[in-house]
């Protein structure tokens, strides 16, 4: 890039090809019939042209500094300086897309203003004074400020480690941004080595002596490392190190872009494994709960949030190679309602789930059973809760249905009732039945697995057939199978009862009375 020995040098290291725009390489001696000033794209075109290399007239770039009060040195530096953040991060101005109406005026503040970079740098606009557009006063207070945040080591660092020959140009660069280039990759791989040894060292030594008994489980911190690295790496590329090259646009706009793909890609990447580590705390916590069910919430937790992650990452990503975001989530918006109407089902499924979850009515291993289905909680689903019935068979029952149905859980009951009636038959004295009753009582208060003093045995019905002695014993058990045995043992020994007291039992019969025969002719 040539530069002319004529041009006053400033710690701005001002260069000639830093800014690709849409004007004529070349203009007529009459520069002002073209770049008067009139408008604010005849401003920005004129300070941007006038600083191009086959243009290269600093002197007349400084005419859009508004001011009396500053010689053209000092103009000259301004106009440098305010190119130079613009090219900082590799920024292009599109010229067409500045208004060029010399009474323009900005829509929301409605004053005689255009910020050519809103997002970045409201502080840099040009406004108009009098007949012609100028950068601001605003816009002139404001520029040093700008600058020392984004170019905090200066501008001439790696200009002076190249030497004399720093000025001397080769395939469009000087030398001085050739040595600088060298310099950044070499830092970049110091940093990246020194962080990601210092931060494994202190996952691998320091974090375990810190916390001996942390719920984190540090096998999954050194995955998250490597990306952690490299995301503050890149930020310190694009915000410190690759701007004091002072690269021309052409070179250092795909670079910005490669930097500002890499900053949300990077980015996902550490939110996205953040999560894993998220919920293997929240696991190691759901572990230590008495319920179930928040062991299923968890990885869904963690499911969801890495689709969260992924899809914002995926939005920043499609921003910053410029597509327009707000269209796109627009025309999303249009189809997700017309998805979501065509999948309610799934929608009411979903909801119910949450609903599952809020509620709590079940817990991961509980037998439960509704209206129609019967079976232990095997897995809460997003869409469904699955079953496992008595005789195997694995039951899906859509959690928007489930929700709606009356659901007894069978699981959390912390003991069980057995009730029933013994029938004996009518030839049964009072003795054997005070006997009988007396001992059925004994029996079930003797077994281990009953609870004492809520047995009930009493002599309660005459029946048509048989007289029905009431039995109500609660268990101490939760267990199914070991409620049948326990069941067993009681029933088995009351009937041995019966046996020793001559105490039958009765079956429903009729009893047939005949008053006479009819006798048999002779």
Known sequence: MAQTDSIPQTDSVPQADTMETEVPKTLPPDDGAIYGMTTPRATVSRHLH????ANYKPEYAADVIYGENFSREEKIKLATRIRDIFDAKGDYVHLDHIPDKPNYRDSINQLHRYIIFPDKYPDIYVEKYGAKWYYSKETIRKVDEIYTRIYPFGSGVFK???????????????????????????????VYKIMDVTFAFIVRRIIPKIFPNSTVDTSLIPP?????????????????????????????????????????????????????????????????T??????????????????????????????????????????????????ALAAQDTVRNFIGSISIFVD???????????????????????????????????????????????????????????RTSFTITYSTTTEQIEQFTA??????????????????????????????????????????????????????????LAEKLGVDFAFPSTSLYVESLPEKEK
């Open 290 to 339: 008495e319920t179930t069910l928040d062991d299923q919430l968890v990885p869904l937790l963690s499911k969801a949030g890495k689709l969260a992650v992924v899809v914002l990452g995926l939005i920043f990503i499609l921003q910053n190679i410029g597509v327009n975001v707000t269209a796109l989530l627009a025309g999303v918006s249009i189809g997700g309602l017309a998805l």
């Open 360 to 418: 709590r009515p079940f817990m991961i291993g509980d037998f439960i059973a509704t209206d129609s289905f019967s079976g232990s909680v095997q897995e809460v689903g997003v869409r469904s809760t699955r079953l496992l019935a008595v005789d195997g068979a694995m039951i899906s029952i859509p959690n928007g249905k489930l929700a709606d149905m009356m659901v007894t859980n069978h699981g959390v009951r912390t003991f069980r009732r057995y």
């Open 439 to 496: 001992g059925i009582k004994e029996i079930a208060e003797s077994h281990p697995d009953t609870q004492k003093n809520k047995t009930d045995v009493y002599f309660d019905t005459m029946a048509d057939s048989s007289l029905n002695i009431y039995f109500s014993v609660f268990f101490d058990i939760t267990d199914y199978s070991k409620f049948l045995a326990a069941k067993q043992e009681i029933l088995m020994a009351i009937m041995k």
């Open 224 to 288: 998250l490392v490597h990306p952690f690295t490299l995301l503050v790496l890149t930020i310190l590329l694009r915000e410190y190190l690759v701007p004091v090259l002072f690269l021309p646009i052409s070179l250092g706009n795909p670079i910005g872009m490669i930097l500002k793909v890499a900053l949300p890609v990077f980015g996902v990447l550490v939110f996205y494994r953040m999560v894993d580590v998220i919920a293997s705390i929240f696991g190691n916590l759901a572990g230590k």
């Open 50 to 53: 006038y600083l191009l290399a």
């Open 160 to 190: 002076k480690i190249a030497g004399p020959w720093s000025n001397n140009s080769f395939l469009g660069l000087r030398l001085w941004q050739y040595v600088g280039i060298i310099l950044v990759i070499f830092i970049s791989l110091v």
